[in-house]
């Protein structure tokens, strides 16, 4: 079983604080890592991917990864209320297309 | 921006039933997908698909399901005689160059809700 491990939450932080996510899996021959958000009753929106160890920033958003301790998380800096969301994460095997997603963590920004 | 487009968004039906989700995937992406998650579950894989043929499945979809594309724009999933435990969002995505590192576009989803 190719487990993808979240914290459910809920993760409440306060606006413009630092939202921190984190996820483990168990593969280790998954390679691609994706977070996604999902807003209540819609579908999983990407925000980033990362491949490599270390950190990969897009804006307000950082993912890390660490493929010794099989670890990946993101941050969210400036929380917004609009953060306000399931994350996902997800991994992916190499040599295959699908996805492995964890069952999320519940985030709410405190405005 | 391109988009997945799925329909219908809701859908009601008897169990044994037959019924069929359909999908517009981005028109230049090769790889079609379809996901689903139960409610407060996690989203699941069920089935890719590449030229023309099923590439990956899951245990889940098992004969009561089938995936076809009709025609050139058109991605069908058939769910053959529905089950209480089908009812779930069902998701449509599509990718590229097989998702490696850049990840689906996912489309809106389709609300099945067996009775």
């Known amino acids: 079983q190719k487990e993808v491990e979240q914290n459910s939450g809920p993760l409440s932080v306060p606006e413009g604080a630092i939202a921190s996510l984190n996820c483990t899996y168990s593969?280790?021959?998954?390679?691609?890592f994706f977070w996604y958000r999902q807003y209540s009753g819609k579908s999983p929106e990407l925000i980033m991917s990362?491949?490599?160890?270390g950190d990969k920033e897009d804006g307000r958003f950082t993912a890390q990864l660490n493929k010794a301790s099989q670890y990946v998380s993101l941050l969210i800096r400036d929380s917004q209320p609009s953060d306000s969301a399931t994350y996902l994460c997800?991994?992916?095997?190499?040599?295959?297309?699908?996805?492995?997603f964890g069952t999320g963590t519940r985030l709410t920004v405190i405005p | 921006e391109p988009e997945v487009t799925q329909t219908p968004s809701h859908q009601v039906t008897q169990m044994g039933q037959e019924v069929i989700l359909r999908c517009v995937p981005i028109?230049?992406?090769?790889?079609f997908y379809w996901y689903r998650q139960i409610l407060g579950q996690k989203v699941e894989f069920l089935v890719s698909?590449?030229?023309?043929?099923?590439?990956?499945k899951s245990e889940i979809f098992d004969d009561q399901f089938s995936v076809e594309r009709p025609d050139g724009s058109n991605f069908t999933l058939k769910i053959r005689s529905t089950k209480l435990e089908d009812s779930a969002m069902y998701f449509c995505?599509?990718?590229?160059?097989?998702?490696?590192?850049?990840?689906?576009?996912f489309g809106s989803g389709t609300r099945l809700t067996v009775v």
């Open positions: 995505a599509s990718s590229d160059i097989g998702g490696r590192n850049y990840g689906y576009t």
């Open positions: 997800a991994a992916q095997r190499t040599g295959a297309n699908n996805l492995f």
């Open positions: 990362i491949y490599s160890n």
């Open positions: 698909f590449y030229n023309n043929e099923i590439s990956e």
């Open positions: 028109s230049n992406h090769l790889y």
């Open positions: 593969d280790r021959g998954s390679q691609s």
